[in-house]
């Protein structure tokens, strides 16, 4: 079963302009990002597929694989999806380009999921407090018995009307594995209803009937969106090296 892991880099970002090739330990977060994932040895190709000059520079001078994407998308799946005629592998890993920090345990599991020949398309979980369940940054998930997922949201999920002590509350963390096929039919479909209301790509799955199989993982990702973030990912790296 063979793996790839594709990271979709976007130049354009509003909250820290250009995040993906600000410096990070002497190499940028772009670059991060690919060697750590690479390093993990989950995967038997890795790619970064990006629509900027810049970004493909710094992967091309760490001997990266790059596909250039022509094509404008509104997201990082549509994103991936276009590169899938340069890639040659059944499992898809859609790796977010600016968490810098790949933890091999959780991408191994989340892979691994695919030995069941029914799964198409898998993410990760992990447990969050109720007070972190209240903030509408973090994306909730809820599962069936088997940890498919029933439904994400915003807002806290499920809500606690009986005030029951030590309820469990998953965060979704926003890395996706796909069967080469579910991510192409997937690309394929039209935003959806819930997918508007709540801002969540992933109901677009759903609501369409896919299923989602979720691995549950304790790594608590960094990603980079703010000048904090990144000032926080460097003192990491200061405590690693």
Known sequence: ???????????????????????????????RTYLSTLATNVFDEVWVVTDH???????????????????????GSDRIAEALGKVDAEIIVN????EPFQDEKSLRDLVEVF????????????????????????VKVITDLKSDA???SRSPIPYNRDKIRDLQYWKHVGIYAYRREALTAYTALGKSVLEKVEMLEQLRLLENGFKIRMVSTVHHAVAIDTLEDLERARSILGLRN
Not at 10 to 29: E, I
Not at 95 to 98: A, K, L, R
Not at 122 to 138: M, R, V, Y
């Open 53 to 75: 000059a810049e970004i493909r520079k710094q992967i091309e001078e760490v001997g990266g694989n790059v596909f250039y994407s022509e094509t404008a998308h509104e997201s």
């Open 95 to 98: 790796v977010q380009g600016d």
């Open 115 to 138: 030995e069941d020949k029914s799964v198409e398309i898998a993410s990760l979980k992990t447990l969050i407090s109720e007070d972190e369940a209240q903030n509408p940054n973090f």
């Open 150 to 152: 029933l439904y994400f």
């Open 1 to 31: 079963m063979k793996t790839a892991a594709l990271i979709p880099a976007r130049y354009a970002s509003t909250r820290l302009p250009a995040k993906l090739v600000q410096d990070l330990g002497g190499k940028s977060v772009i670059q």
